[in-house]
């Protein structure tokens, strides 16, 4: 555990049943598949897991990942890159994007961040699909003290 005095897993996409593990169909938009808003308070560490599987017949299509924090269970704000130049400071939405090259492949991605929201919440998409939408199941590791 690190020294971390609270340590869990939180599944945000898809379910699972003891070890086994059921991913969600992917849309082409944010709202097909977004998790609950997850109360974070504590939290100062987390690992986003997430096993993508690509469509049959589909190559170059991406996972998009988006994350947002709140301040109270209820408002939530997407995260934001900063790119500085000079003494001007360019915020622009974040997204994390993973190309899955070959079709139908599995792949797994564990994603390690920082996190100071009171609240979370995780939404997925695929891009690039021309017929067949791929899978993703996306669990949480959660460290710090609650």
């Not at 997430?50 to 988006?66: D, L």
């Not at 003494?87 to 994390?96: G, K, N």
């Not at 996306?138 to 003290?145: K, L, N, Q, R």
């Amino acid at each position: 555990m690190l020294g971390y005095t609270y340590q869990d897993n939180i599944v945000a996409i898809g379910t699972k049943s003891g070890t086994t593990r059921t991913a969600a169909t992917l849309t082409a938009a944010y709202t097909g598949n977004i998790s609950t808003i997850f109360s974070m308070g504590g939290i100062s560490q987390i690992e986003i897991n997430v096993n993508y599987t690509t469509g049959s017949g589909e190559t170059n299509n991406s996972i998009e990942i988006r994350l947002e924090a709140g301040p109270d269970g209820t408002n939530m704000y997407q995260l934001v890159n900063d790119s500085t130049s000079g003494a001007t400071s360019t915020l622009t939405q974040r997204e994390f994007t993973f190309v899955g090259a070959a079709a139908a492949t599995a792949y797994s991605l564990a994603l390690p961040l920082v996190w100071s929201g009171k609240s979370m919440r995780v939404a997925v998409k695929e891009t690039g699909v021309v017929t067949n939408f791929g899978t993703a199941f996306v669990e949480i590791t959660v460290s710090g003290a609650k």
